[in-house]
């Protein structure tokens, strides 16, 4: 069993779902998951939600965390060191998904991880104090929208 990313976008454009999944259905990206394989046609790739009185767009399905991200942090030695469970390809695809997302919802990405952050809030009015955004994908993948706009794939 492994740690799932979290993704969202903030929908500073204030777009409805329905328009947002549409837009990104325009986009190539858009209609892909993580791994590369077309999405399903039912539109659940994406849930949107309030939080303190901002929007957001989530996704539904994500990569393993650790797939994600090059380097680790080695506690033990107190540095990074490569990460052997890093994948270049499906990095790049979560990376220009997630480009595609922010430049239609207008907000910032986030991302982080299902041992910390859910992907919405709890519906339960008691629990949602528990919630929290995941930090900005900023500062979780250096350069990110570089690498989505300039990167390549077999596919891209």
Request: hydrophobic share 40%; net charge negative.
């Amino acid at each position: 069993m492994g740690v799932d990313a979290v993704a969202m976008v903030e929908n500073a454009n204030d777009i409805s779902l329905d328009d947002f999944i549409r837009q990104m259905k325009q986009d190539r990206w858009g209609l892909m998951s993580c791994e590369g394989a077309p999405l399903p046609p039912d539109d659940t790739a994406w849930i949107e939600f309030e939080w303190e009185g901002g929007r957001y767009f989530s996704l539904a399905c994500t990569p393993r965390y650790r797939r994600l991200l090059a380097l680790e942090y080695d506690f033990e030695r107190d540095e990074f060191r490569d990460n052997p469970d890093f994948d270049p390809e499906v990095q790049l695809h979560f990376l220009k998904i997630m480009r595609a997302a922010e430049k239609i919802a207008g907000g910032p990405a986030y991302l982080g991880v299902d041992t910390v952050n859910d992907k919405s809030p709890p519906e339960k009015v008691e629990d949602r104090e528990l919630f929290m955004l995941p930090p900005l994908m900023d500062h979780m993948i250096d350069d990110w929208r570089a690498i989505a706009e300039a990167g390549t794939t077999e596919e891209s």
